[in-house]
């Protein structure tokens, strides 16, 4: 069993830096060679014209037939972009005008309930999370509640805490038909109405966050508390709209606007770079190459950061929802498409799956994401840092190097890929440009895939066969017989529910 080092076969200069953020690809394992074979293949996959079209408003989005142009959405410069003719930036900076003059108005607010799932929660869930505790930024200090599962659970455990006569609720769903979403968003304004708001009081509480305007409206928001996105703009890439208005009104408009700013440098960069000097598609062929030799089914993601315990959870939907499709774009099947993603903070994840890392028989390529500075001002925090950052290198070096022994039992394999990304601090501002260069890697492995990262055809049957499912349910029958919509084992477990 080999424990030499992997790195000793990568690229000379395996560090490569944008707006500040540094990726180290040393323990990918990969020679210059190989690396050179990568780049081509991105050429020859014509990624270099998918970038420019795809910040062009070309329709990328090739089922739905619309373009995929939420970098617009984050484009802080405000040089034109234009869709079917029309710039969209002055409809996109009317929002932030409003989304600011809102975060101003608001005083005397104890608790906002954001409501929404999926695309409409993770995003704005994890910046509220990941800021919470940054050094000196300063916080509005209101109870920021995500209400996303249908489980009472969640909502109960909010409605506890909640001070109804000083709640703002944010309805936030792109289509405004996400069960969970408006189900939950009745709850709330029973327990408003239950609470003795008038109903005043309750269209003075109630916001929302849509494409779908009429549905809105129709539910009860008054058309001046509803904010506009639009369908170009999928869920999962939607952070950067007013589905990020928790991040404004927590951390006012100017922590959002740093959010913005660090994800449109990374744009920039994305758009701009040379291939090789570029961070998204430098990750994305190594993840590529590692499929190709090392017949990778899951990839890991592990932020030594605390506040990015949320980050995995949000990474999983944008790789797996928009990569994880068996059909390409020319309609055959594709090769390769996402693996399995997963990860947690670390070091609390090395006591949990990273023995399988180790000496697992698959082979899981892993991001490390460090952060230069501590991420809190704690008398301790300095110490604590160094141990967790040791923590972190040392696991990428013991996954590289292996382990020989003359017992099987203690031999560490070695030569497991890994990325190091560092940040030089975790603010609004490399928050949006970590997040960016992720949706910029997906966007870059479908156009390696040749897989449509913008639409999710894939979750749409299981909510369908939902419904007679929970006819079925409510029935309250034990009588329940297979039928075109539910099949014998379902059958069975319904009657076992009902009875
Ligand atoms: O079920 C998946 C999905 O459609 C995601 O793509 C989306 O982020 C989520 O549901 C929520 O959708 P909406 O914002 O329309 O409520």
């Given at each position: ?249 927590q951390y006012g408009f100017k922590t959002f606007e740093e959010f913005l700013a660090g994800a449109h440098a990374m744009d920039l960069h994305f758009k701009s770079a040379p291939l090789e000097e570029n961070l998204s598609v430098i990750m994305a062929l190594a993840l590529l190459y590692q499929q190709q030799k090392r017949d990778v089914k899951a990839y890991a993601a592990i932020p030594y950061a605390d506040a990015l315990d949320w980050f995995p959870r949000w990474l999983q939907q944008l790789d797996m929802e928009s990569n994880g499709k068996s059909i390409g774009m020319d309609g055959n099947p594709v090769k390769y498409s996402s693996p399995v993603v997963f990860g ?156």
């Amino acid at each position: 069993m080999s424990s030499k080092p992997i790195s000793d076969t990568t690229l000379p200069n395996s560090t490569h830096g944008a707006v500040d953020v540094i990726l180290d690809t040393a323990y990918q394992g990969i020679s210059p060679k190989n690396w050179a074979s990568l780049f081509d293949l991105a050429r020859k996959s014509q990624l270099p014209e998918f970038i420019a079209n795809l910040f062009a408003g070309e329709h990328v989005n090739q089922s739905e037939d619309r373009p995929a142009l939420h970098s617009a959405l984050r484009n802080l410069s405000k040089t034109p972009v234009i869709l079917d003719g029309k710039d969209v930036m002055p409809a996109v900076t009317d929002v932030w005008k409003r989304m600011e003059a809102l975060c101003n108005k608001w005083v005397g607010v104890t608790d906002v309930i954001h409501i929404g799932i999926g695309g409409s929660d993770f995003g704005p869930r994890l910046a509220i999370e990941a800021l919470a505790h940054v050094p000196k930024l300063e916080s509005r200090g209101m109870r920021m509640h995500f209400l996303a599962n249908i489980d009472t659970a969640e909502l109960a455990r909010i409605l506890d805490k909640a001070q109804p006569n000083s709640t703002r609720v944010v309805i936030v769903s792109k289509s405004f038909t996400t069960l969970e979403t408006t189900m939950n968003a009745k709850a709330v304004v029973a327990w408003l109405k239950a609470h003795g708001c008038t109903k005043g009081q309750i269209s003075k509480a109630l916001f929302a966050v849509t494409v779908n305007i009429p549905a809105t409206k129709e539910f009860g928001v008054e058309e001046d508390h509803i904010f506009p996105f639009w369908d170009w703009v999928g869920g999962r890439y939607s952070v950067w709209s007013a589905v990020g208005l928790p991040i404004a009104l927590q951390y006012g408009f100017k922590t959002f606007e740093e959010f913005l700013a660090g994800a449109h440098a990374m744009d920039l960069h994305f758009k701009s770079a040379p291939l090789e000097e570029n961070l998204s598609v430098i990750m994305a062929l190594a993840l590529l190459y590692q499929q190709q030799k090392r017949d990778v089914k899951a990839y890991a993601a592990i932020p030594y950061a605390d506040a990015l315990d949320w980050f995995p959870r949000w990474l999983q939907q944008l790789d797996m929802e928009s990569n994880g499709k068996s059909i390409g774009m020319d309609g055959n099947p594709v090769k390769y498409s996402s693996p399995v993603v997963f990860g947690s903070a670390g070091s609390n994840a090395q006591h949990s799956y990273f023995q399988l890392f180790h000496q697992g028989p698959e082979v899981i390529p892993i991001d490390f994401i460090a952060v230069r500075k501590p991420m809190s001002d704690r008398p301790e925090a300095i110490a604590h840092h160094r141990i967790l950052l040791s923590n972190c290198l040392a696991q990428a070096q013991a996954l590289a190097h292996g382990k020989s022994d003359s017992n099987p039992n203690n031999v560490y394999p070695g030569k497991r890929p890994s990325n190091l990304l560092l940040l030089p601090e975790l603010n609004a501002f490399y928050l949006g440009a970590l997040l960016v260069l992720y949706e910029n890697r997906a966007a870059t492995l479908g156009a390696l895939w040749n897989i449509n990262s913008f639409d999710q055809p894939g979750v749409e049957y299981g909510k369908v066969l939902a419904k007679p499912i929970e006819a079925a349910l409510s029935s309250g029958s034990s009588d329940i017989v297979a039928n075109e919509n539910i099949d014998a084992v379902t059958a069975t477990r319904i009657n076992l529910l009902n009875s």
